[in-house]
């Protein structure tokens, strides 16, 4: 198994130039995964975004995080893919989920569970080169890619992380950061793999994480949207009573067109203490912490969508925490 590596979640809000300065930053701080957020509607181009990155980097591996089946179908997904990986290769990988963001503003619910897996199915094989019977008849892409690209399943529900289990080549993992909810989420997957007949340790095991970094700004308020999402989520475990009020109010507010953003409403309903559960937030000090306990989970990566404090910027956030995590 691979040294434990780290990754930086870029949703492209801002202009795509900032994105690439950020990409940039992240390659030379010694990262080695950039994921680009995909919700068309409320972020830029996630693929024109990836295509830029690959053009500007040279060692940082790319994938969507997350891209969908229902508004990208699987033909779009492999080739898209194919030509990624034709200019960079060995860089790639295929983030995906069900889809949340990116069909919910569409006024969209996210896909079935076997629906979802015949389409990741599905895409392998047009990546692969092989052909794919549809409804309308048999298709196949004319640039397959010359190796393979894996694919990371997104999940956070117990089904899904079973299903993941199954089918990943590794997970993105949407659980929180806390000792006992990673260890739900690893039993959930242990027995898809199970069930597969696969090894549970060939599956690489990404930790989905909001952050922010100060030593002199207030962190946790930074993340608190992020948070919201992430309860949000179908999760592997039962929330105790306190965290089902904080749920109720969160589903009160919640609005995906102010999906993640920090001064969403739905930001305003999450307490200081849930922070600590679901999010890397606080001094580079109290980052490392973080960071040394959750190496011990079996967690073979942790990818930080990084927040600004008050008076910093995204920038900030992923140079302190490189200096954490050194």
């Not at 590596?5 to 080695?32: D, N, R």
């Not at 889809?99 to 599905?122: R, W």
């Not at 993941?164 to 993105?172: P, V």
């Not at 969403?264 to 606080?282: S, Y």
Request: hydrophobic residues 40%; charged residues 20%; aromatic residues 6%.
């Amino acid at each position: 198994m691979s040294a434990f590596e780290f990754g930086v979640g870029l949703f492209p809000t801002e202009p795509l130039q900032q994105i690439i300065h950020l990409a940039k930053v992240t390659e030379e701080l010694g990262y080695s995964h950039i994921w680009v957020g995909d919700s068309h509607l409320i972020w830029r181009e996630a693929y024109v975004n990836m295509a830029a990155i690959a053009l500007n980097t040279t060692r940082v591996k790319l994938g969507t995080g997350v891209t969908n089946p229902l508004t990208r179908h699987p033909s779009v997904v492999g080739s898209a893919y194919a030509t990624l990986e034709e200019y960079a290769p060995g860089r790639m990988i295929v983030g995906i989920g069900l889809g949340d963001s990116s069909v919910e503003t569409m006024g969209m619910k996210p896909a079935k569970l076997s629906f979802f897996e015949n389409t990741v199915q599905q895409m392998r094989d047009l990546i692969d080169g092989k052909e794919v019977q549809l409804e309308s008849g048999k298709i196949h892409v004319l640039h397959p890619s010359k190796r393979k690209i894996p694919i990371y399943v997104a999940a956070s529900g117990p089904k899904m992380l079973e299903l993941s289990g199954r089918i990943a080549d590794g997970i993105i993992v949407l659980v929180g950061i806390a000792d006992d909810y990673i260890a739900h989420a690893k039993e959930r997957i242990a027995a898809g793999a199970k069930s597969a007949g696969r090894k549970p340790e060939d599956i690489r095991l990404v930790l989905w994480v909001p952050c922010a970094v100060s030593d002199n700004a207030p962190a946790k308020d930074a993340v608190k949207a992020h948070v919201a999402r992430v309860v949000a989520h179908p999760l592997p475990y039962v929330l105790d009573p306190q965290e089902q009020k904080v749920l109720a109010d969160i589903r009160k507010t919640y609005d995906y067109y102010h999906h993640m953003s920090q001064a969403a409403n739905h930001a305003e309903v999450i307490p200081d203490w849930l922070v600590d559960k679901f999010a890397i937030a606080g001094t580079a000090a109290e980052c490392r912490a973080q960071i040394e306990r959750i190496k011990k989970t079996g967690i073979q990566q942790i990818a930080i969508i990084p927040y600004s404090t008050p008076g910093g910027s995204r920038e900030e956030t992923i140079r302190g925490f490189a200096k954490a995590m050194s």
